[in-house]
Each structure stands twice: as C-alpha cells, then as structure tokens.
C-alpha cells in the first residue's frame, strides 16, 4: 500500500475532504488527486477504450491518458494537474457499473488474442450493422459535462526576446541565462509546480527544483505555471505560440525560440506492461521526492541499463523510506500477474511479489513543438524516440529556434541544467 | 497464452497490433498509425510514438534514422474549445452575431 511518509506536512499544505469514487477522502492542497487518490487506496480510476482493462495513472506528468477522470461534472479531466481543494467530487469513466467492477471487461477475455475491428462483424451486412450499433454505444470517452460552461478566458499577449517551453532543469537554467543577459524572457511550464524532473528525483529533490525556479525569476524571466504549449501558427502574424492555462490564452511572440521540453516517460514492451500498478519509476520518484508519498511497500523496479545510475538513486531514497526494492533489468521479464493491481513479476530468475512495478525506460524526447517549427528530429533508439537535432551551440535546423536537455536525447536533471545554462548563454550572445 | 503487450495504452494497441500491420503491408508510421488507431487518443502519441516507431524500426529492418515521425499537429495537449474562443487568430464565421 501506498503511505504518506510521517513529518512532511509543511510540503503537504492544508488537509482538506474530497470525494472519489463516492468515497470521502483526506487529502491535502499541495497534493493532485492522482496522489491523493492512490495515498487513500482508490487505485482503478478509469477504464481503456477498447479492451475495458483497467487504468491508473501512468506518468503523472499530465501526459498519459491512465488518470482521466470526471471532475465535479466535468469529464476527461487529468488527476495528476488537478490540485486537491475541499469539496471536490472524483468519479472514474468509461465504465458500468463502475471502474473497479466494468462489466465491459469482458471484452478483454473475449478477445484475448487481440480484436482486429478490420475484419470484426463484416462477413454479415445485418451484424455490421448491429456491430457498428453497440460499438458506438459503448466507445467514447467521457459522459459530456453536467452543465456548460460559458466563462471564456482572457487573452492576453507577449511580446519578447526569448521564450523558453518547459520548467524543468534544462528550461529554468536557459530562462535564468538569457534574463540575466539582459533578454526579456517568458518560460511556460506545464505541471502544477515548475521544476520537471527535479521534482522527481532524489538527487535534486523539491529545493533544487525551487532554487532553480527563484534564479529564473530573480534574473527578470516571467514564468508561467500550468500553462501548456499547445501549437504553433507560423501564419499568424509572423509567427504565434499558443499557451494554455486554466483560465487564459496567452499568444507569445518571441524574436527566439528555446524547446527544454524535457522525454516524456515511456513504458517498456513486457506482458501486461499496462497493469494499474505498473507505473512509470519517476512517477514513483515524484511521488517520494514532491509528495513525501511512498508508492509501494514491495517495488519492483523493471530497468534499462543505460538508466543503471538513475535507478541506483531510486532505489536507494525507497529503501531508506522504507520501501523493499527489487532491481530486474527489462530482458528478464517474463509477464506481471495481477488483474486490476500488479502483485507479482515473473522473471527468468523467479518470481517477485510486489505492490508496485516501476518502470525506468528512456524517456521519449517532447519534439511536438520543434516539429510543428519545422525543426529536424531523427529516431534514435538510444535517446527513446525521435530527439530534436542540435549543433554545437544548442541551435536546432530552423533559424532562431534552439533546444537543449533531454529533448535532444536523455541526459538527467543535473546534465540537462548544465546544458540549459550553456545554450540559454548562447541564445543571448546570438 | 502470453498476455498483451500494450504499445498504446489510449487506444489499446498491442505490440501484434503493430506486427499485423506491418505483415498487411502498412510500414509506414503514418499507415501504422492510420491502420492500428495508435497515437490518436489523448496523449496523441506522447507515451507511443517512440516505442512503436523503434519496434517498426526492428520488424521492417529499416535504420532507425529512415523513420520519420508522424506529423505534429495543434493541439499538442488537449484543449477546452472555449480556452480557444477568444483567440483574435481564430477563424470567425461570417454569420458569428457578435462581431
């Protein structure tokens, strides 16, 4: 079972009530439901779209689809970005009569060998019709929202010198260099609280993360939490980056371009890698490091080689919080047992009890963006996807955009700040 | 029977989602992704495209560096439609009332 660790109240804020899956619920302000909920015991939140096999969160970095849930009447909604506030009612979705129990699941054991929808119910016309009537009944994602909501956001536009994507290490490094060279700078960063992976992992830890964060914005930099990149429009007016937040629309237009959009975490291709319970190892960092929450009491970390130092890290800050961990690199597995929560890894070597299976698998660079920039990005097994291509000074193949740490290919938290700091240096001798 | 080994887990594609795909003759990320549905859900290929285009890079034998992505589009993450309502870039139709 997942714990709250003792003597962290100040990183928790206040305690508040919540309701998930019709259970009531303590949580705290700093916490996001996807913690709150797996710190309390609700662990299916919804359910997959094809198959009806059960889903938590994977990544809890906002980018997975393993957390949506319905969020006082508003559906699809991701637990890991929703902060905890009192009141609050958690439903799960895509499920009858509920996430733990979806009669729908028997989807999966039907077509245990997999569902070709090519071929599925075409040999009849009258049964492709009568198919085609109950798959869209039952696909979609989400019941539609309660009630409309008719506040529209304001709109509100920058205009500047350097405009960094992403708070991680890499990003806050390049913000605090270009500001302090004198560059008017705004950074957009994603998640409840900048600092990307630093937040994650013990090595850096949450005062890195806000040492980090306070040299960008003492330097002069504007940075804009919770606020997601989400296009580029080269044809408007010369050139336009679209930023979400909850309650705004920024339109940035900026003379450079830095991506430190960081690798999203990825899973690694084992039998039933997409358990709940089988999550990726910096959510496990994150939820020790950011949320003084332990995942599991028995993990078994499921590990690439070339992640050998990362996980040494992990495991060692588990242990210490009183986790029992298990190291198996990823060729050993042989499948994970357990139906609706991970219990057991079997392995070439035997079996492993667990509560837990955290996968370490190279992060996949973030290369939407420079994509949508026109930027040159090319797979690279090595780097877990495809990577943003850099010369020496961090510029990419587009003039005036540049990228730095792990979206152009894995590198750490400490390395990818160096790196930031390095091209963050450049941009403004440019 | 082995369990599945799931690349996407929006769409619940499998690794032999992937592997029929390319024994049907769609090799082309962009065909894998039109053929098995990956990379369309709500991460919109954030957790898959990596790990499905190294497997294609394995099962076809290309060099990992011949495969292209499949093209980024706006939204890169999903996106309430008001938050968008008020862009001054947002195409407006002629017959919008409160112009």
């Known amino acids: ?430 | 029977m082995a369990g599945k080994i799931v690349l996407c887990r929006c769409e619940d594609v499998t690794l032999s989602d992937v592997e029929h795909s390319v024994s049907r003759g769609y090799v082309d990320i962009e065909e894998v992704k039109r053929y098995t549905g990956f990379g369309t859900g709500p991460c919109q290929g954030k957790e898959c495209l990596g790990p499905v285009a190294t497997a294609l890079a394995r099962l076809t034998g290309e060099p990992p560096g011949a495969i292209a992505p499949f093209t980024s589009r706006p939204p890169i993450a999903p996106t309430p439609l008001r938050i968008l309502a008020r862009d001054p870039g947002a195409h407006r139709f002629d017959d919008d009332k409160d112009e």
């Not at chain 1, 700078?185 to 850096?204: F, K, W």
């Not at chain 1, 997409?274 to 950011?290: K, N, Q």
């Open chain 1, 1 to 430: 079972m997942a714990r709250r660790l003792a003597g962290n109240d100040a990183v928790r804020g206040d305690a508040v009530e919540l309701r998930i899956a019709d259970a009531s619920v303590r949580a705290y302000t700093e916490e996001s439901i996807a913690a709150a909920a797996l710190a309390s015991g609700t662990r299916v939140m919804s359910r997959s779209l094809k198959y009806h096999r059960p889903r938590t969160f994977f990544c809890l970095e906002g980018h997975c689809s393993g957390c949506l849930v319905r969020l006082d009447g508003v559906p699809n909604l991701r637990a890991c970005q929703a902060p905890c506030a009192h009141g609050l009612e958690v439903e799960g979705q895509n499920a009858f009569p509920s996430t733990e129990v979806d009669l729908l699941g028997a989807v999966d054991f039907l077509f245990a060998r997999g569902l070709d929808h090519h071929t599925l119910m075409t040999g009849s016309s009258m049964l492709n019709r009568l198919a085609n009537k109950v798959v869209r009944q039952l696909s979609g994602l989400g019941k539609l929202p309660a009630r409309a909501n008719t506040e529209l956001p304001e709109v509100q536009r920058f205009d500047v010198d350097v405009c960094v994507i992403g708070g991680g290490p890499a990003g806050l490094a390049a913000a605090a260099a270009t500001a302090r060279a004198g560059k008017r700078t705004v950074l957009v960063d994603d998640q409840l609280r900048p600092g990307g992976s630093m937040r994650a992992d013990p090595r850096t830890g949450r005062s890195a993360a806000e040492s980090s964060l306070a040299a960008a914005t003492g330097a002069g930099a504007t940075v804009l939490a919770r606020s997601t990149a989400v296009g580029y429009f080269p044809e408007d007016d010369g050139g336009v980056l679209v930023v979400s937040a909850p309650d705004r629309l920024y339109r940035i237009f900026a003379r450079s371009w830095i991506w430190a959009t960081g690798g999203y975490v990825v899973n690694l291709p084992f039998p039933e890698n997409d358990r709940p319970g089988v999550i990726a190892a910096r959510a496990v960092g994150r939820l020790l490091v950011d949320h003084a929450i332990v995942a599991g009491d028995k993990i078994c970390l499921v590990e690439v080689g070339a992640l050998a130092d990362d996980c040494t890290a992990l495991a060692g800050a588990l242990t210490r919080a009183g986790a029992e961990v298990t190291r198996v690199p990823f060729e050993n597995v042989i499948t994970v047992r357990g139906r609706s929560w991970a219990s057991q890894v079997d392995t070439t070597t035997g079996k492993i009890d667990c509560d837990i299976v955290a996968v370490a698998a190279i992060p996949s660079p973030a290369s939407e963006g420079p994509r949508q920039q026109k930027c040159q990005v090319v797979l690279d097994p090595a780097a877990g996807g495809f990577r943003v291509t850099v010369d020496d000074h961090g510029q990419t193949t587009t003039p005036g955009v540049w990228a730095c740490g792990d979206v152009t290919g894995y590198r750490g938290p400490a390395a990818a700040a160096a790196d930031g700091a390095r091209v963050g240096t450049n941009v403004a001798a440019a």
